[in-house]
């Protein structure tokens, strides 16, 4: 359990000195507020344009799941979510491009021992960073719409609730996201991958499948995730939000799991 405590207490303080840190929480901060913004201003606008002339559809209606769409995404990856995982993976990837990681595994000999010590380090910081986003992007969200969203309760108990679902996520996608830099120990492969996963190879694989699509589509780790914070995932799931949360979980150490393994037969290092 020692070796263990010092490698996580190792880890955060090579992360936290770092300027990659710095950057990533800020890009994920300032992408997820300003796409929020901009849908909350589209919004505005939108209901003005309804309130001053005839609107034969009436105004887009406001619901809690736009104030987050900026971090998480509407059926694609969010920007700010996009942004931690790939500082999760580059949180390795950086020690194998630079041929750091040998002074690593040289003072921690057991590699799973300090990829777990990563492990714990990202999540938990991807996970309080993701609820700083998601909390200020529905203040954004609250200040830009205005009027629009005067009846929006943004921290409120089902507010709350998708906040912490989301930052919870949020931190076992940065656990995903470090499994598979493991896998790969290459940073254009990893960020590819870490990237188009969600964004693109979720939105395509089920169309393989033909008429049985939407049943392949339960089986997807995203979707499952969207699932999990109760936002519409346009699939009918076979079991309840908690259950979905579990599948991507287990997805999640799977994948991590398979980087540990990989490192541990690794020969460069």
């Not at 287990?250 to 290092?269: C, E, K, P, Q, T």
Request: net charge neutral; charged share 10%.
């Amino acid at each position: 359990m020692k070796p263990l405590i010092r490698s996580i207490q190792s880890e955060a303080i090579k992360l936290i000195s770092t300027r990659l840190l710095a950057i990533c929480l800020l890009s994920a901060l300032l992408l997820s507020v300003g796409a929020t913004s901009l849908l909350a201003a589209t919004v505005a606008q939108q209901v003005n344009y309804c309130n001053a002339s005839d609107c034969s559809n009436g105004p887009i209606p406001v619901i809690l799941p736009m104030v987050t769409m900026g971090f998480l995404g509407d059926g694609t990856l969010g920007v700010g979510l996009t942004a931690l995982m790939i500082l999760s993976a580059m949180v390795l990837l950086v020690e194998y491009s630079h041929s750091t990681i040998q002074m690593t595994f040289i003072a921690t000999p057991r590699r799973s021992t300090v990829l777990i010590g990563k492990a714990v380090v990202g999540f938990a910081i991807t996970a309080v960073s993701a609820a700083v986003c998601l909390v200020t992007s529905a203040l954004a969200f609250r200040l830009v719409a205005g009027e629009a969203a005067r009846d929006l309760e943004i921290f409120g108990q089902p507010a709350w609730s998708l906040y912490v679902t989301g930052a919870l996520t949020a931190g076992v996608a940065a656990v995903f996201a470090l499994g598979i830099a493991a896998l790969f120990r290459n940073v254009a492969a990893a960020i590819a991958i870490v990237v188009l996963w969600p964004s693109v190879v979720e939105l395509m694989l089920p169309q393989l499948f033909g008429e049985r699509a939407a049943d392949a589509a339960v089986f997807l780790p995203f979707l499952n995730a969207r699932n999990f914070m109760g936002l519409d995932a346009g699939v009918d799931f076979h079991w309840s939000p908690a259950g979905s949360g579990l599948y991507f979980l287990v997805f999640a150490v799977v994948i991590f799991v398979a980087g540990v393994l990989m490192s541990r037969r690794a020969d460069n290092y």
